[in-house]
């Protein structure tokens, strides 16, 4: 059984609608989203299309796409891999996102936690996510469900840095 | 050709020797290495046999180590996975490590060029990592080197969150 295969725990009810996990007939609802994020922040997309096609042909044991709401507003992008550390997977959660227009009804909260779920019920032993200072809301709901961005307790705080290739 | 197989541009010679990509007769040296960092942080450790073994079975594909000096004294942990947004792959620096008495030679520069280098060699577009706010030196060198914990000029920084799983 794989990652992607495993049932997990999800079918978490809100007041919307289950979370559930994306197969392959999600694809288009899958690059809807991707390119709706992106296009509300004014950060370049490849498009609904592409971002679909891209989306069925990684979906499995290390890209599992969960979405909220019924039609699907929202969702959480998560990436497996083996860890170095241990034997266990490391989980990076690469994107959570909620439609504006349906933001305010717990459907982050819905899919984070289906997000940690998802992650443990696969053999993580840790998730990890970037986001950035400004992102209040964000930031607020992590640290509610336990993620820190400090190096131990009352450590230094953890930065990304990241640079492009293309140079 | 995989990400492992490809040469990349390495070889690239520092007063103290070369950067040279690790093959599966320096598990040992890899698993040494990995064990001395942790333990110069504190951190828990499985150990340089454990380390070594874990490192001979995922080496590949979305797992390159290069290796500095001569003995090896220090490493760069590169890990690749196909990226969401694009065709290529994206690319995270999970380690960078030189022992202390070898600090100061440009070691941990060589490697971090070596990286980017071995990064774009394997088709990434971009390259991340996480630091933290008092590793002062490594965050200078990151910077020196192209690297920014910025969303865009002058934008928030970027934060990394974590959060165990087993509980």
Sequence with gaps: VTAAERPGTLGRMTATGAVRRANA?????????????NREYD?????????????????????????AGEPACGLAVLRFRPALWSEGLECYLAELYVAPERRGEG????LLTAALDTARAAGSDT????????????RALYERMGFTNREGPDGPVMYVYERDLDG
């Design 107 to 110: 459907l982050g909260r819905a």
């Design 25 to 37: 007939e999600d694809a288009a609802t899958v690059g809807r989203l991707l390119d709706a994020f």
């Design 43 to 67: 950060w370049p997309t490849p498009g609904p299309e592409w971002l679909a096609q891209r989306f069925a042909r990684l979906r499995g044991d290390d890209l599992v796409v969960l979405l």
């Design 127 to 138: 998730i990890d996510l970037g986001t950035s200072e400004d992102d209040v809301a964000a």
